[in-house]
């Protein structure tokens, strides 16, 4: 099972909003101290908020911040919101299927078990779980400075 770097980043993104609930921070700041693309993180963002995971203000002061407690935002429910396509094989969707032997065989079942698997672990997890390790995370995320122009 792989992740896409969409699931990945707002995984990231809600990480460091849980870490600042208090905050309303740019997404360009997000974007620096987690090391993505300012313009993916816009569309993740615009995607947490259709899901209710984040609110966004607009203006000087906006930002995003977290929108739930992080002890509500249940993992698996997330990924299975950001994943477009758990299809892990072909003959997982029936419209596309051409495998010759999936009439026959065992493989399709194996992989499903595991994805559903996967899932049940990230079921029993949440936001504020991953957060556990506070005193360690908010050192490595914490604000830098803009560098000034020296022309």
Known sequence: ????????NALRCLLLLGL????????????????????HLVKIVHRLSEFGYVDTVRG??????IAKPAVDIVLGALVRQTEENLTLVECFDPEHNRCPISSACLLAGTLDEALQAFLAVLDRH?????????????????RREPVANSA
Not at 1 to 7: A, E, G, I, S
Not at 29 to 38: G, L
Not at 60 to 65: D, I, K, N, S, T
């Open 126 to 142: 949440t936001l504020a779980d991953m957060l556990q390790p506070r005193e360690q995370l908010v050192p490595l995320l914490a």
């Open 1 to 8: 099972m792989r992740l896409t770097r969409f699931t990945d």
């Open 60 to 65: 000087r002061h906006g930002g995003v911040r």
């Open 20 to 39: 600042e609930p208090e905050r309303c921070i740019p997404v360009r700041e997000i974007a620096d101290r987690m090391n993505m693309s300012y313009e």
